[in-house]
């Protein structure tokens, strides 16, 4: 097995691991429903790894957990389609989840909603370059956590609202599968998405790598919704990850 194979085979049997030891699982109401797309969309997501992990990366960039119209439709970290579809050239059958919430289905590549969060954070990342292997040739970006909460209302809920319980349990995972990504891509910097992402990021990151933050793009940021690109641009200048 050559290295290129190796670390984006490495990344995929470490994801494989997380998610046996995170079906183990049980969490309580007002968690109604979990959905796992490393699972379900397992196909595009190992598409993504093989094609754009193959190589040790500069920067690695890291969110919370799926959005209910990204990741959670694509199997893409931020996976807003119009992106993964066009940019990356990733677009394949999704399965659903054994146990769907009525009110979230699994429509995949079909799917109508956009992922705000998604087509701004890829929105900047295509603009700046737009051959999507440019990018990848110094970047990756992943999730923490794989798992999509929700309450039976349908509403959506993050892993920082889960009891502490079942949160130090995810995190336990998350934190192990994490370590093995980041010996296996080898970055100078690891950047949040958000504070969340920072404080797993500097959790278990020892000083050989610069941890750092972006702010998130999520719609429900009053500041990224005064130009979230702006600003996630002046940051990673800021951090010394991109050229002014």
Known sequence: MNRQTAISTGLLEAAARMCDQLAGLEFALPTSHVYNPLIYARRANELYVRRFAR????????????????MAQTGIPFGEIAAV????????????????HPKRPIEGFECRRSEVSGRRLWGLFSE??????DF????????????VFMEE????????????????????????????????????????????????LNSIVDGEISVGKIL?????????NRGWAEAASRQLVEQGVWAG
């Open 55 to 70: 190589t040790e990366k500069r920067c690695v960039m890291m969110g919370m957990n799926p959005g209910p119209w990204g």
């Open 85 to 100: 579809r066009d940019w990356m050239g990733i677009e394949v059958a999704v399965d659903r989840p054994e146990r769907e």
């Open 128 to 133: 700046r370059y737009p051959r999507v292997d």
């Open 136 to 147: 990848f040739a110094e970047h990756f970006v992943l999730n923490y956590c794989p798992l």
């Open 153 to 200: 209302g349908g509403k959506n809920r993050t892993p920082d609202k889960l009891p502490r319980a079942e949160a130090a349990a995810v995190e336990a995972i998350c934190d192990t599968h994490l370590a093995r990504v980041l010996e296996l891509l080898q970055p100078q910097f690891a950047i949040g998405v958000g504070a969340f992402a920072e404080g797993r």
């Open 216 to 224: 998130h793009p999520s719609p429900a940021s009053p500041a990224a």
